[in-house]
């Protein structure tokens, strides 16, 4: 099993650009999340997907879209990319369902991003 | 709201030393669950462990020990005999419940992470 795959590891983008960060888990989990990390902020959620279809808010969602593809996928897309948004970007998964809760996160290994 | 406070930012030892990461926590909830996670310097997040609130039990595995006492909402983390190999970023989450549908999605909350340096 190789778990949570993010790509690409790398990118430099201009202001104004956009892009798609691509991650995929293989352990048959309902639930994905996308989260940034910045320095001595810790991890924070973007967006997050309880189940396949189903996409909700996190605590800082302004400049980013996601689709939950399908049960393996959820990719997180940048319109418009500005300066505020270089950071390091986590995708997680959790057996986690409607009614159940505390199930444990397994992260990707990450994908650094440069806003110029 | 949720809240996690880890107040030591960064924390340098020698090998040997025993070291403790404190983390404390805030939430109405009465059921939830707590995290360790542990982000060595290649980056990547690695899971160490997972209580819930109705387990008070200390917990040891290996070096490592947890401390959970509801009753100061903290969850530290004490590393004996420490080795430059434990040398990482240490976060301490906090678990989301269901909202008022049922629905749940667990997502969790972050403290801002200590930065633990191991010297040889």
């Known amino acids: 099993n190789a778990g949570v795959t993010q790509t690409p590891k790398f990118q430099v983008l201009k202001t104004g650009q956009s892009m798609t960060l691509q991650c995929a888990q293989d352990m048959n989990h309902n639930s994905m999340y996308w989260y940034r990390q910045d320095p001595g902020m810790g991890l924070r959620l973007i967006y997050y997907s309880a189940s396949e279809g189903t996409t909700d808010k996190g605590e800082v969602p302004n400049g980013y879209n996601v689709s939950r593809l399908n049960k393996r996928e959820f990719s997180l897309r940048l319109e418009s990319a500005a300066p505020s948004q270089t950071s390091v970007y986590f995708c997680a998964s959790s057996e986690v369902s409607s009614g159940r809760f505390g199930d444990t996160q397994y992260f990707g290994p990450g994908t650094r991003l440069t806003v110029l | 709201a949720q809240k996690v406070t880890q107040a030591q930012t960064e924390i340098s030892v020698v090998e040997k030393e025993d070291v403790t990461l404190d983390c404390v926590y805030e939430?109405?909830?009465?059921?939830?669950?707590l995290f360790w996670y542990k982000q060595p310097p290649s980056g990547e997040l690695v899971f160490l462990i997972r209580?819930?609130?109705?387990?008070?039990q200390n917990e040891i595995s290996g070096r490592y020990s947890w401390n959970f006492q509801k009753s100061t909402s903290s969850f530290n983390f004490t590393i004996t005999a420490s080795q430059v190999v434990d040398s990482a970023v240490y976060f301490c989450?906090?678990?989301?419940?269901?909202?008022?549908?049922?629905?749940?999605?667990?997502?969790?909350?972050f403290g801002q992470g200590t930065i633990l340096t191991v010297h040889p």
């Open positions: 209580r819930n609130s109705f387990d008070e």
């Open positions: 939430t109405r909830d009465t059921t939830y669950y």
């Open positions: 989450a906090l678990s989301d419940l269901p909202n008022a549908g049922g629905t749940s999605y667990g997502k969790l909350t």
